[in-house]
Nanobody, 118 residues
């Protein structure tokens, strides 16, 4: 069993930045991904960091604006969000799975709300 707890959400301004944190009970060999769900929209994969060497992946919608990183000593994965846009408003979830190229993630956090004001 793996537990994930997101934090760092809140209200941001257009053009501003926020940093989300995902505390993971044990990283092991899991890839950690960030997803988001905006009101009335389907869940969207935002970014992922693989286990091992830590390859990173981004959705086109956030590429160049968001950065995923991890601190293994703290068992924490971060999502640095920059150049925020109102369309980034969503509940953000982190999840653990076997790989960034997989559709299924085994464990999920409870989510954290991000609201970007125009």
């Amino acid at each position: 069993q793996v537990e994930l707890v997101e934090s760092g959400g809140g209200l941001g301004q257009s053009g501003g930045s926020l940093r989300l944190s995902c505390a993971v009970s044990r990283m092991g060999h899991y890839a950690i991904a960030w997803f988001r769900r905006a009101p009335g929209k389907e869940r969207e994969g935002v970014s992922c960091i693989s286990s091992g060497v830590g390859n990173t992946y981004y959705a086109d919608s956030v590429k160049g604006r968001f950065a995923i990183s991890r601190d293994k000593a703290k068992n924490t994965v971060y999502l640095q969000m920059g150049s925020l846009k109102p369309e980034d408003t969503a509940v953000y979830y982190c999840a653990a799975g076997s790989g960034c190229d997989q559709d299924h993630y085994d464990y999920w956090g409870q989510g954290t709300q991000v609201t970007v004001a125009s």
